[in-house]
């Protein structure tokens, strides 16, 4: 098992907390539209937050984003803003939340909230999946793969029940599952697509490391070599 740990995450939540404007309550500013697709908005399983996305559409393929949580009368925004709305997962707990968040065709980037004073703050300095895929390149075996397009970090479903499905046994609302995925440019004649396919990756919530267990050994050693044949 390889482990690795960002630096000081909570010196990183504080610094997000000092931030000016990170915890704005006024809500989205002028044009900004809440969206009226049902399939945006989420609920945190204690029913005590809301996610609310609004758009603005500035003509000329300007489109921009915002995701608010609402507690009560209170709303928070979820930085960052972006182009395209996003998808959200909570752990079971009501304390986390994962933004799937597109970012361009075939591709997306993971960030993490935590409740901190009632709301939901970046728990991260960077997002998730660039502190993914850092982790990724840290290791020996994968270091040198080089991806080119269709870079895309997934949370993989089941973080309500602390993945059973994996038939594993971990402690409820402490790990998310990761996996990583992308294409390279460059590959042999009678191959259409090769890259890598859904590399798994674990990260502990409490203490801010990223892991492989044993469970993910055969699957991932599969992801290194994924490849579509003509």
Request: hydrophobic fraction near 35%; include cysteine; charged fraction near 25%.
């Amino acid at each position: 098992m390889h482990a690795f740990c960002r630096p000081a995450p909570w010196l990183a939540l504080a610094l997000t907390l000092a931030a000016p404007g990170a915890l704005a309550a006024s809500g989205p500013p002028p044009g900004f539209t809440l969206t009226d697709d049902a399939d945006l908005g989420f609920t945190s399983p204690d029913g005590a937050t809301k996610l609310e996305q609004y758009m603005r559409d500035g003509g000329d393929f300007d489109v921009k984003w915002q995701v608010w949580a609402r507690r009560g009368e209170q709303m928070t925004e979820l930085k960052p803003e972006q182009g395209y709305p996003a998808g959200f997962r909570f752990t079971n707990d009501s304390q986390w939340l994962v933004r799937m968040q597109k970012t361009g065709s075939g591709e997306q980037d993971l960030y993490l909230y935590h409740v901190e004073k009632g709301d939901f703050v970046n728990a991260t300095r960077k997002s998730l999946s660039d502190l993914a895929w850092a982790y990724f390149h840290s290791r020996p075996d994968t270091k040198r793969m080089k991806l080119d397009y269709h870079i895309t970090a997934n949370l993989m479903k089941g973080t309500e029940e602390a993945y059973r499905w994996l038939g594993v046994n971990w402690p409820n609302n402490r790990y998310l599952v990761i996996s990583l995925s992308g294409q390279m440019d460059k590959h042999p004649k009678n191959v259409a697509v090769k890259g890598l396919g859904d590399w798994r990756c674990r990260y502990d919530l409490k203490i801010g490391t990223f892991d492989v267990p044993a469970v993910f050994a055969k699957s991932n050693a599969e992801a290194l070599n994924w490849e579509i044949r003509r």
